[in-house]
């Protein structure tokens, strides 16, 4: 099993900054793709950022020039740093990771998630 913690959301108002972190932990023999995502009230959850094990990375329009997604694959760990933070940003943001885990000779891959942490941006 594989666990994923966030950690880092809060109350910030528009324009300032947060930085989310994500730490996994459990049977990882390695980890492929990473993202976070956001589901706000009423809507759908949806992706924010995406990076790759090599560091590839793409995003969501609505946050391009605002965020940056980052990871530390020594310590399993990646990162959201949100800067220019506006209303629309207000959500649960839920980190995702498709994790290659070994169990004696056996292979397994499975897709995990974290339980959230919240981001409200208020003045």
């Known amino acids: 099993q594989v666990q994923l913690v966030e950690s880092g959301g809060g109350l910030v108002q528009p324009g300032g900054s947060l930085r989310l972190s994500c730490a996994a932990s459990?049977?990882?023999?390695?980890?492929?793709?990473m993202g976070w995502y956001r589901q706000a009230p009423g809507k759908q959850r949806e992706l924010v950022a995406r990076?790759?094990?090599?560091?590839?990375?793409n995003y969501a329009d609505s946050v391009k020039g605002r965020f940056t997604i980052s990871r530390d694959n020594a310590k399993n760990t990646m990162f959201l740093q949100m800067n220019s933070l506006e209303p629309e940003d207000t959500a649960v943001y839920y980190c995702?990771?498709?994790?290659?885990?070994?169990?004696?000779?056996?292979?397994?891959?499975?897709?995990?998630w974290g339980q959230g942490t919240q981001v409200t941006v208020s003045s």
């Open positions: 995702n990771a498709n994790v290659l885990s070994r169990y004696g000779l056996k292979y397994e891959m499975h897709d995990y």
């Open positions: 459990g049977s990882i023999f390695s980890i492929n793709a």
């Open positions: 990076i790759t094990s090599g560091g590839s990375t």
